[in-house]
C-alpha cells in the first residue's frame, strides 16, 4: 500500500462520528485534528527523549506514556469502545511524587535548559500545555472523557519534573528566573 492516498489532497481526513461510528470527512483544521497533531508532536518528542534515555525503565515509561497517548487520539478521533480511567493518572503522580521528593524545593520559576534530555522534557511539556488548551476548546461543546484532561494536565507536570530531574541527576545546576 503507498504512503500517499490522495484522499486528503482538497484539505479534508477522515475521523468517526463518536454516535454511530461512521467514518466522516472534516477539514484539517477541526479542532480534533489539531488535538490529534498536536499529541502525535508531543509522541514524536518522547521518542527522541527515549532515545536519549540509558535506563531500560525509564524507556519503558515513556513508552507507556505513549501508548496511552494513542489511546487518547483514539478518543479525540472518534472512537467509543476504549477506556481510559483514573489509574492512568495514579501512575503520573506516583512518578511526580517519586521524584519531587528527591528534588531540591523550587522557590522560583526555573528557565527551561540543562541537558540535552531536560531540554526535550521542556520542549514535551510545552507541547502537553497546548494539547490541554486545545481539549479544553473541544470539551466545551463535545463530552469528553475527564480523565484524559486530568492526565494530560498531570502529564505536563511530570515533564516538568523529569526535565529537573535530568538536570539534578546530571549535576545541573538550573538557571533561577528572577526580574
Known sequence: MPIYTKKGDK???DLFDSKCLNKIRVQKDDIRLQIIGS???????????????????EILFIEKIQKDLFLINS?????????FSK???KYLEEKI????????????FVLPGGTEVSCFYHLARSITRRVERN???FSK????????????NRLSDLFFILSRWSNYSEGIKETVWKK
Open 39 to 57: 499529541i502525535d508532536e508531543l509522541n514524536s518528542c518522547l521518542g527522541i527523549i527515549s532515545s536519549l534515555l540509558k535506563d531500560q525503565k
Open 75 to 83: 478518543l479525540v478521533a472518534g472512537i467509543k469502545n476504549i477506556k
Open 11 to 13: 484539505g479534508q481526513t
Open 135 to 137: 481539549i479544553v476548546s
Open 97 to 108: 511524587d517519586f521524584l519531587e521528593k528527591k528534588l531540591p524545593k523550587l522557590t522560583n
Open 141 to 152: 461543546e463535545n463530552e469528553f472523557n475527564l480523565n484524559v484532561l486530568v492526565f494530560i
Open 87 to 89: 489509574n492512568k493518572v
